[in-house]
C-alpha cells in the first residue's frame, strides 16, 4: 500500500487543523492504522491506532482528549483531527499501516506515509 498524508501547517496554539492520509494498492479497510509524529532532535513516537473497522481506537496520553483519529474506508482515508493545539504539537506527521498490530510501536508497522509538517506557533 502507498500512502499519502496532507493537510499540514502553520497554526497558532489552540487552533485546530485536520491531518489526512490517503491510501493505494491493497485493500484499505484490512490495515490497522496509525499516527505517528516526529519534532526536531527527538525520536518519532506513537500518537493514535485505529482498528480496521474504525470501532476502535487508542491514544498517546499527549494527545489524548485533544486529537481523534478517524478513517473513511469508502474513501480509502485516514483522518487525525487535532484540537486545543500546543506548540509542543510541532513535528512531522506520519500516517503508517499494519497488517497485523494494533500497534504503538514503529517496526509493528509495515508501510509508512512521507510525512506532513505540522507547526504551531506560541
Known amino acids: 500500500v502507498q500512502l499519502q498524508a496532507s493537510g499540514g501547517g502553520l497554526v497558532q496554539a489552540g487552533d485546530s487543523l485536520r491531518l489526512s492520509c490517503t491510501a493505494s494498492?491493497?485493500?484499505?479497510?484490512?490495515?490497522?492504522m496509525g499516527w505517528f509524529r516526529q519534532a526536531p532532535g527527538k525520536e518519532r513516537e506513537f500518537a493514535a491506532v485505529i482498528s480496521r473497522t474504525g470501532g476502535n481506537s487508542y491514544y498517546a496520553d499527549s494527545v489524548k482528549g485533544r486529537f481523534t483519529i478517524s478513517r473513511l474506508n469508502t474513501k480509502n482515508t485516514l483522518y487525525l483531527q487535532m484540537s486545543s493545539l500546543k506548540p509542543e504539537d510541532t513535528a512531522v506527521y506520519y500516517c503508517?499501516?499494519?497488517?497485523?498490530?494494533?500497534?504503538?510501536?514503529?517496526?509493528?508497522?509495515?508501510?509508512w506515509g512521507q510525512g506532513t509538517q505540522v507547526t504551531v506557533s506560541s
Open positions: 494498492g491493497r485493500t484499505f479497510s484490512s490495515y490497522f
Open positions: 503508517a499501516a499494519s497488517t497485523t498490530s494494533w500497534g504503538f510501536t514503529l517496526d509493528e508497522y509495515n508501510y
